[in-house]
């Protein structure tokens, strides 16, 4: 009973993030230009905690990364060291301040894949009972039974392309058990060169809201290295397939890769942005990574730009 109380508590929780989120969303900002930046946590422990994160104010959605292993009866979070103990009280910390929280799969292991429709199924099945509401018993919670996250970020880098269209279409049909209105957001995080062969069937079920396109570790469609016209070329390819999703400027926070791929914060507010932004499609900005921003404060001059 008290199990029920909390998931209760946790569901109303979400349904007030939700109902925010919608009149933000309504609210007389021009379309294209939403103030929306994304960020992702959970690769280096010296980043800080999910509360420090949204307590900046530097970003209104935080995509916890990975869910690392899945597809074959396993299930395993890496949060590079972050203690689980916490990370719940933190998510629903975050929700009372408006940041949408997403929990994103895949990343760069080889832990996961999907062999077959039914393990698209059993994937989607433990996330709705583990992180997205579902109210099973004996179903183990990862960041508390009163903590739920808002949706599934597909980071798919990694193994074959099968049966994510499964997946995203397993985990929309739980949106007939969530009665709010925004309901369990999908969105993909995806190599910039289009299309994304991992995603692209997923991407044509038209479910995912937001596309998270990587303008980074491709010198081909990299800022620094393959200028405007290069990240236009590949942007106004993914708005032509994509024209009902919000589509964000993946940007990485800090050049530690030794790959130069920082775009500088007057190329970023003069040329960069203003393109994009006269898109219909732009949604908004997406950082890589936490950690990296924490060394530069780059999300800092981003949130008053995107």
Same mark, same amino acid.
């Given at each position: ?17 939700? *109902? ?25 422990? +010296? ?36 203690? *689980? ?41 433990? *996330? ?125 926070? +800090? ?52």
């Amino acid at each position: 009973m008290a199990s029920q109380r909390r998931r209760s508590s946790a569901t109303a929780a979400f349904l007030l993030l939700s *109902l925010l989120l919608l009149l933000q969303s309504a609210a007389a900002i021009p379309q294209g230009k939403r103030q929306n930046v994304a960020v992702f946590w959970g690769r280096n422990k +010296a980043e800080g905690s999910l509360s420090s994160i949204c307590d900046s104010g530097d970003y209104n959605i935080v995509i916890i990364s990975f869910l690392s292993v899945f597809g074959h009866g396993k299930y395993w979070l890496d949060l590079s060291g972050h203690d *689980l103990r916490h990370v719940g009280a933190d998510i629903r910390h975050c929700q009372s301040k408006g940041v949408y929280m997403l929990l994103s799969i895949g990343g760069d292991g080889d832990g996961y894949s999907l062999p077959s429709s039914k393990s698209a199924a059993d994937v989607a099945e433990n *996330l709705y009972y583990s992180v997205l509401g579902g109210d099973r018993p004996g179903a183990f919670h990862p960041f508390g039974d009163d903590t739920i996250v808002n949706g599934v970020d597909f980071f798919i880098d990694n193994g074959p392309a099968d049966h994510y269209d499964d997946l995203a279409n397993r985990i929309n049909d739980y949106n007939q058990n969530i009665h709010d209105p925004i309901g369990i957001m999908l969105t993909a995080t995806v190599r910039c060169s289009y299309p994304d062969p991992r995603m692209k069937a997923a991407l044509d079920t038209k479910l995912f809201r937001r596309i998270h396109v990587r303008f980074y570790d491709d010198a081909t469609c990299s800022y620094n290295h393959a200028g405007l016209a290069g990240v236009m070329a590949q942007w106004n390819r993914w708005s032509a397939a994509y024209p009902d999703g919000q589509i964000f400027l993946g940007l990485v926070a +800090a050049n530690v890769t030794g790959k130069n791929d920082m775009v500088a914060v007057g190329e970023l507010r003069d040329k960069l942005l203003p393109a994009v932004q006269k898109t219909d499609t732009y949604g908004g900005v997406m950082l890589w990574n936490s950690y990296y921003d924490s060394l530069t404060h780059y999300g800092r001059y981003v949130k008053d730009l995107a």
